[in-house]
């Protein structure tokens, strides 16, 4: 039921984006990104908007910063009491198709946030649902979720331990995506893998999110306004397309 609700949220912030930058028809190609800069020929900031009642933040570009060689992604109070929270999220502009994914980041603590590393697509691009998932409930931050969605249903999850908690140290989160068998790694570690028909088929954007709820408490956590700007901080990123040199990052 979460998950129906997210996705259904996803797609209507990808209408949005899609208004504002539209779709790569090309697929993406390998590419290491340090975030030394935002690029904006391979990021798209959301801004603006929230996925739907169950997000209690606002997609907005101030939750979004650099600094040396790192996106951090904010989810923070405003003030505001007609907005009272921002939170951040970017996205790639180009879809990327089987391979390897990689990110390194590190979260914060706080019960009702999640701070997820993902690929999507789906029916906003003409396109079924797929989706390919890591996403840290930061209320337990010594755990991963893993998931994947496949036109629109979900499949293949489980939770992964860390090897330290998320908020203490980065950890390099990766997946290595083929037509029949899907890894989940977590510091080269291997964690989880799917095989056979059920698998996702379409080029997926690469997203970072970063935000909270006051609804969704049974799976997230119950929220508590942090009084303070938690921050998620991704270090790198990096794609790698079949049977080339490895762009970045450990296995």
Same mark, same amino acid.
């Given at each position: 039921?979460?998950?129906?609700?997210?996705?259904?949220?996803?797609?209507?912030?990808?209408m949005v984006?899609?208004?504002?930058?539209?779709?790569?028809?090309?697929?993406?190609?390998?590419?290491?990104?340090?975030?030394?800069?935002?690029?904006?020929?391979?990021?798209?900031?959301?801004?603006?908007?929230?996925?739907?009642?169950?997000?209690?933040?606002?997609?907005?570009?101030?939750?979004?910063?650099?600094?040396?060689?790192?996106?951090?992604? !904010?989810? #923070?109070?405003?003030?505001?009491?007609?907005?009272?929270?921002?939170?951040?999220?970017?996205?790639t502009n180009?879809?990327?198709?089987?391979?390897?994914?990689?990110? #390194?980041? #590190?979260?914060?603590?706080?019960?009702?946030?999640?701070? *997820?590393?993902?690929?999507?697509?789906?029916?906003? %691009?003409?396109?079924? %649902?797929?989706?390919?998932?890591?996403?840290?409930?930061?209320?337990?931050?010594?755990?991963?979720?893993?998931?994947?969605? +496949?036109?629109?249903?979900?499949? %293949?999850?489980?939770? *992964? !331990?860390?090897?330290?908690?998320?908020?203490?140290?980065?950890?390099?989160?990766?997946?290595?995506?083929?037509?029949?068998?899907? #890894?989940?790694?977590?510091?080269?570690?291997?964690?989880?893998?799917?095989?056979?028909?059920?698998?996702?088929?379409?080029?997926?954007?690469?997203?970072?999110?970063?935000?909270?709820?006051?609804?969704?408490?049974d799976w997230?956590?119950?929220?508590?306004?942090?009084?303070?700007?938690?921050?998620?901080?991704?270090?790198? +990123?990096?794609?790698?397309?079949?049977?080339?040199?490895? !762009?970045?990052?450990?296995?």
């Open positions: 039921m979460t998950g129906s609700i997210m996705r259904i949220g996803i797609a209507v912030s990808l984006s899609l208004q504002a930058t539209g779709v790569a028809s090309a697929q993406g190609t390998t590419f290491f990104d340090g975030f030394d800069t935002l690029d904006p020929d391979r990021w798209f900031v959301s801004d603006g908007w929230r996925n739907g009642d169950h997000q209690n933040c606002e997609w907005s570009g101030d939750a979004v910063a650099m600094k040396p060689g790192q996106v951090t992604l !904010a989810f #923070r109070p405003t003030g505001d009491a007609a907005q009272p929270y921002i939170c951040g999220e970017i996205q180009a879809a990327f198709g089987y391979g390897t994914f990689e990110a #390194r980041f #590190r979260t914060d603590k706080a019960s009702g946030i999640n701070a *997820a590393f993902f690929t999507y697509i789906g029916p906003v %691009h003409d396109k079924p %649902h797929d989706e390919i998932d890591f996403e840290v409930l930061t209320r337990d931050t010594s755990a991963v979720s893993l998931n994947t969605y +496949v036109d629109g249903k979900p499949r %293949h999850g489980m939770t *992964a !331990a860390l090897p330290t908690p998320s908020d203490t140290d980065f950890h390099t989160y990766s997946f290595i995506w083929e037509p029949a068998r899907l #890894r989940w790694f977590i510091d080269g570690v291997l964690v989880h893998e799917a095989t056979g028909d059920d698998l996702p088929r379409n080029p997926q954007k690469i997203y970072f999110s970063h935000w909270g709820t006051e609804t969704l408490s997230m956590g119950p929220f508590s306004d942090p009084g303070r700007a938690l921050q998620m901080e991704v270090d790198w +990123v990096a794609y790698t397309a079949p049977g080339e040199a490895r !762009a970045g990052g450990q296995q």
